[in-house]
């Protein structure tokens, strides 16, 4: 895994830019597979002020989201589906229908996971984008999810729920179950850019960096893939600090 350390949350979202950029410019037809979270959000505004400036095409780019809470709609403010087209897909000029994330009203689970994993099969992503949970895992694969998991539905767990909370007015009404990419959909990126800032991840990052790959912490998987970069600032990095110096 290369690592990259910033300064700053913004230079964080600066090297982000730039790996994704070259992306897209390099393939005006790239599939991005892209994450919610706070972290990615500066990578996304940098997307949105160069296409503004710049002109940089989405035409004919499309989207693969990680994950989708369950029981909510895509126009409940705190689904996945509305952060993307809030925070990306209505400032750039990309088609809503090329934009993929998973259907948060499916009655049918399973059906819906069928229908996720046969999409992610013709849509391999080009570039993946990856926020990293304090506990590290990665979409809503927490620990112990195994590593040749596909789309599935996940019961949050207690650490998650209490991280996510603060983007809902109550705990109590951040949802329970989630559908997410599994792990080795996550895997079959061609590249990985996994972003990681303050040092509430810190711990998650040493696991996912330095220590044994193992179920106990998902993100540590991504040690085993041929592309992948991760972005954090220093603080992210404290317990890493030695190893990449
Ligand atoms: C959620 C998302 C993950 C994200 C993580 C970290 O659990 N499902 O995809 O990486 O939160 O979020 P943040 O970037 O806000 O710290």
């Given at each position: 895994?290369?690592?990259?350390?910033?300064?700053?949350?913004e230079e964080m979202s600066d090297a982000a830019f730039e790996i994704m950029s070259k992306t897209v410019s390099e393939n005006p037809r790239a599939v991005l597979g892209l994450a919610t979270g706070s972290t990615p959000l500066g990578l996304?505004?940098?997307?949105?002020?160069?296409?503004?400036?710049?002109?940089?095409?989405?035409?004919?780019?499309?989207?693969?989201?990680?994950?989708?809470?369950?029981?909510?709609?895509?126009?409940?403010?705190?689904?996945?589906?509305?952060?993307?087209?809030?925070?990306?897909?209505d400032f750039i000029d990309i088609k809503k229908e090329n934009t993929n994330i998973e259907d948060g009203t499916a009655e049918d689970f399973s059906a819906e996971c069928e229908r996720y994993n046969a999409l992610?099969?013709?849509?391999?992503?080009?570039?993946?984008?990856?926020g990293l949970g304090s506990n590290g895992h990665i979409a809503f694969n927490?620990?112990?999810?195994?590593f040749d998991s596909v789309t599935h539905v996940v019961s949050l767990s207690e650490s998650?729920?209490?991280?996510n909370s603060r983007l809902f007015d109550s705990i109590d009404d951040v949802p329970k179950k989630a559908f997410t990419m599994g792990l080795s959909n996550i895997m079959n990126a061609k590249k990985i850019i996994i972003l990681a800032s303050g040092e509430n991840k810190a711990k998650a990052v040493y696991g996912m960096v330095k220590g044994k790959i193992c179920?106990?912490?998902?993100?540590?998987?991504?040690?085993?893939?041929?592309?992948?970069?991760?972005?954090?600032?220093?603080?992210?990095?404290?317990?890493?600090?030695?190893?990449?110096?």
């Open positions: 895994m290369k690592v990259i350390v910033t300064k700053d949350y996304y505004s940098r997307m949105v002020a160069d296409h503004e400036k710049n002109g940089t095409s989405y035409k004919e780019i499309k989207t693969v989201n990680l994950d989708e809470y369950i029981g909510l709609d895509s126009d409940n403010k705190e689904s996945y589906a509305y952060f993307m087209r809030k925070n990306l897909f992610l099969s013709v849509l391999r992503q080009d570039i993946q984008v990856l927490e620990p112990g999810t195994p998650t729920i209490k991280d179920v106990d912490v998902p993100a540590s998987i991504l040690q085993n893939h041929a592309d992948t970069t991760l972005i954090c600032d220093a603080s992210a990095a404290k317990l890493i600090e030695e190893f990449v110096k």
